[in-house]
């Protein structure tokens, strides 16, 4: 089983819907959680962390945590052709001495 | 330097030959990650530094990848004997741990062809 398990897509939403993105991560000791966004060619940047369960919003994003069901989304409002990327779901432990990354689901917002 | 530089940007080489990937990371960042990322795939971890020690070498594919740290500064990736499974985009990223909020800063990376 891989550590953190996300979906390939290609995940495809109309401009304006919300974009609902999944991960599961198999460590349990695991406190610590982001959201990274590459975009095509380009490196990973950070959009969102999350540490405590429940939500936390940052302008369109919101990042769900749920450390019972070992599980972390991401939802985009108001998507925009220019959030299409492929987003990456990483997890660390305690110490941060190893960041694990998902294969990543790649977004596509259509106009 | 303003960010994480990698150098060479452009890597290409026959198969056998050794190379050797430079990162040098943002200054005062303690911590220092190398990943590769094979076309179309996820980060796949290789190592992390703090300081110039390596606790944790368990993502190094095989015996022919080494890395080294000089202090909190540059690191090389060496890759021997290199195989064509080998290509891929080799990304250093760095950061300061134990910050509340960790934040890796990437590199351009290094795309390495092996023909």
């Known amino acids: 089983q891989k550590e953190v398990e996300q979906n390939s897509g290609p995940l495809s939403v109309p401009e304006g819907a919300i974009a609902s993105l999944n991960c599961t991560y198999s460590d349990r000791v695991s406190q610590s959680f982001f959201w990274y966004r590459q975009y095509s060619g380009k490196s990973p940047e950070l959009i969102m962390s999350?540490?405590?369960?429940g939500d936390k919003e940052d302008g369109r994003f919101t990042a769900q945590l749920n450390k019972a069901s070992q599980y972390v989304s991401l939802l985009i409002r108001d998507s925009q052709p220019s959030d299409s990327a492929t987003y990456l779901c990483?997890?660390?432990?305690?110490?941060?001495?190893?960041?694990?990354f998902g294969t990543g689901t790649r977004l596509l917002v259509s106009p | 330097g303003a960010g994480v530089s990698q150098s060479p940007s452009n890597k290409v080489t026959e198969k056998g030959k050794d190379v050797e990937l430079r990162c040098d990371p943002i200054s005062g960042h303690t911590a220092l990650y190398w990943y590769r990322q094979r076309l179309g795939q996820g980060l796949e971890f290789l190592i992390y530094?703090?300081?110039?020690?390596?606790?944790?070498k368990s993502g190094l594919p095989s015996d022919r990848f080494s890395a080294e740290r000089t202090g909190e500064s540059v690191s090389t990736l060496t890759i021997q004997r290199t195989q064509q499974e080998d290509s891929a985009v080799y990304l250093c990223?760095?950061?300061?741990?134990?910050?509340?909020?960790?934040?890796?800063?990437f590199g351009s990376g290094t795309q390495l062809s092996v023909l």
């Open positions: 999350i540490y405590s369960n």
């Open positions: 990483a997890v660390s432990d305690t110490g941060f001495q190893k960041l694990v």
């Open positions: 990223a760095s950061t300061i741990p134990g910050q509340g909020d960790e934040k890796l800063f």
């Open positions: 530094f703090q300081g110039n020690s390596a606790p944790d």
